[in-house]
């Protein structure tokens, strides 16, 4: 299909940002605000016995400290839901979690309080290595279809192999804040949060009070990645004390305390087996991941199976999954959770496959392309994944590659590897209801869901209102991650543009309408705001709701009363099935003597429907692959065996990619329009951004060296 692509528009907060002027919830002005700071624990498990806070409460500026005695026990949490996350509670689960907080007139008085409370314990042992787990894994349901054992039984060549992600930490860097104020009785919070409306129900149940007396304003995000998708056990205590205060109280988080309490990716060991004919189609997949889980985390382990079971045309595939339980936090979602882990791996064992019989790897994966989705039978919509290979092999000059490892070399003796690695993500879609006004004074004010945690929200939903109205696009202001504005659903699962753009396209198309309408066949001349000042008409506001394919009334109402209604999950409608693919090729230069490995270059090719805001979308496919290049390279969290935690709980130690680290990345897009998905035909890209470069890299090294590495990072020491 041809389509004329959208413009290269700038963002739209682009300026607010380079001048400083753009607001982040940490930055917002109140009165007689207050300084909070937490106590976090120092034992990695056990009970709390006393905690003393005289010596805090001695100290100038120190006004209250709260600890278990302050915060109300949480209620039983509804039916199906997950638990309601504890206040402030005398059993330790994991090191660094809080267990007070101080509240002062300044931040360094709270500070210096937070140093002095202390607390007796009574300790209890704990496990918080992968290695070291002291129970049997708990095995979880897992994806499986066709006969996978039989067709591996009938391969003619098999490949079998085990690997290693290790536990990671989002980052971002905007630090965790949240600042709560009472005022008649009512609750406004503002905090960097990529669900709004989770935080709105989640207080209101935990201080007991009406859901409809919350509000929570998201304004700008320094970053999510999923770490701000969670609901943090500290936002209700900050709500609680400046009720119980009685002014309004912030708190910032400092990082080393974030690493202890926020979620995090955890360690995952993945096992896959792969057979293929003689032809080179893959016929069998077995694929185990066992995850680090905490003692009642609900982070999922058969999740991990998305990617793989739909991949490729893999008619016969078995899936297992289990937790290992440690004294940690909890797990939770971090940019491409469960695809970036698992693409590694499998896309590791294609390559793996690819030299076993001896054929190209990009020639191995366009053999094995499918139009079915193999896990269910349904059809799929858009695919053009063989595209992004063929497009992206092409533009990386693969034709030149040498098949043999070890075989290219730079004239100084560097070792040159060339490395490929595909992926998929779901195409999810959430309903969503907006209000539009547009005023004879020149503004125009736009509210819906979403939250803008830089990842070109607000530009996309700008790029689609100025496609569809003739507005001044200098007052345009739009207003989301905001419950006092429209009602609000998290923003996650690459769902943001997918969600928010057909229900702003379908805002402008009514308000176009209802502008005719007003007009009723006069000429009148001027953009939309001078047509209304003409025909003296202050304003004109429209209200439309928008659900997903396979969704009715029914969902929309869900929205409006504060609950969550997603489609698409894994990708799958009642119908058909719904993807976005990405091929990334990676070279690598290793020293020959320090084994240092540098990336000069990388080329990726997504396909995410149509590309409403291309400077953004290339921003997300750009940071994907620093991220995954970061994490096959660098990052990693080292827990500490001795007292619980983690040792390198900052970005001094925490190694994350630096600008030196990056070569050119070449990003460029199928732009074909997915309307099976959706009206406006956009898929999401910040997830999918980042699957399979990790497995790209790895791959890269193995046709550097020969030598196969099957753990993250990779280190200068597994090639010495």
């Known amino acids: 299909m041809s389509i004329t692509p959208f413009p290269d528009i700038a963002r739209f907060d682009a300026r607010d940002k380079v001048r400083g002027k753009t607001v982040y919830s940490a930055d917002v002005p109140l009165p ?32 209250r400290v709260l600890t278990a005695n302050d915060t109300p026990a949480p209620p039983p949490g509804q039916e199906g839901s997950p638990p309601l996350p504890p206040m402030l509670v005398m059993a330790v689960s994991y090191r660094g979690q809080p267990i007070a907080l101080v509240v002062a007139e300044t931040l360094e008085a709270a500070i210096e309080g937070a140093e002095a409370v202390r ?36 391969a003619v060549t098999t490949v079998e192999a085990v690997y290693i992600t290790t536990a990671n930490h989002h980052n971002p860097m905007e630090l965790l804040s949240t600042t709560a104020i009472w005022s008649g009785g009512r609750l406004t919070i503002y905090e960097g949060t990529q669900g709004s409306n989770g935080i709105k129900n989640t207080v209101a149940q935990l201080l007991q009070i009406d859901r409809k007396n919350v509000d929570v304003v998201s304004p700008q995000i320094g970053g999510g990645f999923g770490q701000r998708g969670e609901i943090p056990r500290h936002t209700a205590v900050v709500a609680q004390a400046a009720r119980l205060i009685g002014r ?5 988080m400092p990082r080393h305390q974030i690493f202890h309490n926020s979620r995090f990716r955890p360690q995952v060991q993945h096992t896959v087996k792969l057979g293929a004919d003689a032809e080179g189609k893959m016929i069998s997949a077995h694929y185990d991941c066992l995850q680090q889980n905490s003692r009642r985390g609900r982070y999922r382990a058969d999740w991990y199976h998305a990617g793989p079971s739909k991949v490729y045309g893999i008619a016969n595939y078995r899936g297992t999954s289990g937790d290992l339980r440690l004294d940690t936090h909890g797990p939770a979602q971090m940019r491409a959770p469960y695809e970036h882990p698992s693409s590694f791996a499998f896309e590791s ?33 858009s695919r053009f ?18 098949f043999p490892p070890g075989s290219m070399r730079g004239p100084d003796g560097t070792l040159i590897g060339w490395g490929v690695g595909a992926g998929v993500y779901q ?42 109205l003739r507005i001044d696009p ?19 699962g690459s769902w943001g543009t997918a969600s928010s753009v057909p229900v702003a396209a379908a805002a402008a198309q009514r308000m176009t309408a209802a502008l005719m309408e007003l007009l009723d066949g006069r000429d009148v001349p001027g953009n939309m705001h001078e047509q209304l000042a003409r025909v003296r008409r202050p304003f004109i506001e429209v209200e439309i709701a928008v659900a997903a394919p396979g969704q009715g009334p029914s969902d929309i109402d869900k929205v409006r009363g504060g609950a969550g209604a997603i489609a698409g999950l894994h990708g799958i409608y009642p119908e058909f099935t719904a993807l976005s693919y990405i091929a990334h090729f990676v070279e690598v230069h290793i020293e020959p003597r320090t084994r240092r490995i540098r990336v000069p270059r990388v080329v990726s090719v997504a396909d995410c429907g149509r590309v409403i805001s291309p400077r953004t979308a290339s921003s997300q496919v750009r940071g994907g692959v620093i991220w995954a290049l970061g994490a096959a390279l660098r990052e990693t969290s ?72 099957r753990t993250l990072p990779i280190r200068l020491e597994h090639l010495l």
């Open 119 to 154: 607390a007796t314990y009574e300790p209890e042992p704990f496990v918080v290595l992968f290695e070291d787990a002291d129970a049997p894994r708990q095995d979880t349901d897992s994806p499986t279809f066709g006969d996978a054992d039989g067709a591996f039984a009938k």
């Open 638 to 709: 080292e827990t500490d065996p001795r007292y619980g935690g983690w040792l390198n709980a900052d970005l001094a130690e925490y190694h994350v990619s630096v600008n030196a680290d990056i070569g050119d990345i070449d990003v460029s897009f199928i732009d074909e329009p997915d309307f099976d998905a959706n009206a406006s035909g956009v898929k999401g890209i910040g997830e999918i951004a980042m699957v399979g470069a990790a497995a790209a890299l790895a791959n890269a090294v193995f046709h550097a060296t020969g030598k196969r590495l």
């Open 427 to 468: 195409a999810a879609m959430h309903p969503a209801i907006a209000t539009l006004r547009i005023s004879a004074d020149g503004t125009t004010r736009y509210a819906s869901a979403g939250h803008e945690m830089g990842q070109g929200m607000r530009t996309a939903i700008a790029q689609t209102l100025l496609t569809g």
């Open 349 to 381: 064992a294609v390559d793996e496959l690819a030299y076993a019989l001896g054929r190209d790897p990009v020639e191995l994966r366009l053999l094995n392309d499918t139009k079915i989705d193999p896990s269910n039978g349904n059809r799929l919509t």
């Open 248 to 252: 309004p109280v912030k708190l910032v």
């Open 32 to 63: 007689g605000l207050l300084y909070a700071m937490t106590v976090p624990a120092t034992i990695a498990k056990g009970q709390i016995t006393a905690i003393d806070v005289d010596s805090a409460l001695a100290i100038p500026g120190v006004v």
């Open 474 to 492: 200098s007052r345009l202001t739009i207003l989301i991650g905001d419950t006092t504005a429209a009602p609000q659903h998290s923003t996650a």
């Open 385 to 402: 994944l063989n595209e992004c290979l063929t497009r992206g092999a092409q533009t990386f000059g693969w034709s030149k590659r040498q």
